[in-house]
């Protein structure tokens, strides 16, 4: 017989990569519930058990053809949920943002599955009847998980920059951030999957107080509640959202500011005279609410560390304009 050509792949066919992302399609169909409700899909039953289902399936379907290697079990699961995170952009049942955030976990928790379906392959005799079980767990714990309360974590980030400006001027600058410059700050990683940018941030005097209003891309908007100011030394505020501060399409329901599972508390900036120059120190303080804390809490960390980063150095450069 002719010589098989050698595979530049860690597999030989595309078949069980097929099948492993239809299977975390269908799964993810299921788990279209709304934020709260039976079956949502940030549940940890769909976020711990649809990578490991998917990866199973990959390497059963893989191992009915020809043994395969430690490699295959590893690389392919991965290589699958990463296509199965982007078939769900592609018939729109998740968003960009939800999309990027969550594909390493996916992948990393699909190459585990992937390594355990491996070993009952090789060592056992009934890898059918632990694929089912594979399949039958995330559905009855996402039925039970309905009426777990959620975890909530508190957290904050601080970032501090001293820029050759006096208070004055940066507070002018915080508190009346009017025609924000896209090209400035869209360098957020925020802002690059698909969080809208800012577009001002105004200070108005109301009855109750000052009020900072927010406006960002795609007609979104909200009020920054000022309850502590102290010209030109210190102010913080909290969030005000209205029910159409966010339009339909504008953030995926699973990172919704002021939502089921995330929220910013307060923020807060100080500043702090060093001769001709200041030192500007925010301090962002937020929520999550989920399964798996220790996952979004570090994306929380990253995320807002950089905005924070992006913001202090869109409010120094803007200080220095004479």
């Known amino acids: 017989m002719p010589p098989r050509k050698k595979a530049y792949l860690p597999f030989r066919s595309w078949w069980p990569l097929l099948a492993g992302v239809l299977t975390g399609i269908a799964l993810r169909l299921v788990f279209s519930g709304k934020p709260g409700d039976m079956y949502a899909a940030m549940m940890g039953s769909f976020v711990y058990l649809a990578p490991v289902l998917v990866g199973a399936v990959t390497v059963y379907v893989a191992e009915r053809s020809e043994r395969r290697s430690w490699g295959y079990y590893f690389w392919a699961p991965f290589i699958a949920n990463a296509l199965f995170v982007c078939g769900t952009l592609l018939i729109m049942i998740e968003g960009l943002i939800c999309a990027i955030l969550i594909v390493p976990l996916f992948s990393l928790f699909g190459?585990?599955?992937?390594?355990?379906?491996?070993?009952?392959?090789?060592?056992?005799?009934?890898?059918k009847q632990t694929l089912m079980s594979?399949?039958?767990?995330?559905l009855v714990l996402g039925w039970v998980e309905a009426d777990v309360a959620l975890p909530h974590q508190w957290g904050a980030v601080e970032r501090v920059i001293v820029v050759d400006a006096m208070p004055e001027a940066v507070w002018k600058q915080i508190l009346h951030a009017g025609d924000v410059q896209a090209d400035k700050v869209e360098r957020a990683w925020a802002f690059r999957i698909g969080v809208p940018a800012p577009v001002a941030g105004v200070t108005r005097r109301t009855p109750a107080g000052p009020v900072r209003r927010?406006?960002?891309?795609?007609r979104v908007y909200f009020d920054e509640i000022i309850t502590d100011w102290q010209e030109p030394r210190f102010v913080r505020w909290t969030y005000r959202f209205y029910e159409d501060s966010v339009p339909p399409d504008a953030l995926d329901d699973h990172v919704m500011i002021g939502g089921h599972y995330f929220d910013l508390i307060d923020t807060s900036y100080?500043?702090?005279?060093?001769?001709?120059?200041?030192?500007?120190k925010v301090r962002i303080s937020?929520?999550?609410?989920?399964q798996f804390n220790w996952y979004a809490d570090a994306l929380a960390q990253l995320l807002l560390g950089n905005v924070a980063e992006v913001n202090l150095g869109y409010y120094a450069s803007r200080s220095l304009v004479r």
Request: aromatic share 6%.
């Open 111 to 127: 190459a585990i599955g992937g390594l355990i379906m491996g070993v009952v392959c090789r060592v056992t005799k009934w890898p």
């Open 134 to 138: 594979f399949a039958a767990l995330p």
């Open 214 to 218: 927010v406006t960002m891309g795609k």
């Open 270 to 280: 100080t500043l702090t005279p060093l001769a001709d120059r200041t030192e500007i």
């Open 286 to 290: 937020y929520r999550v609410s989920t």
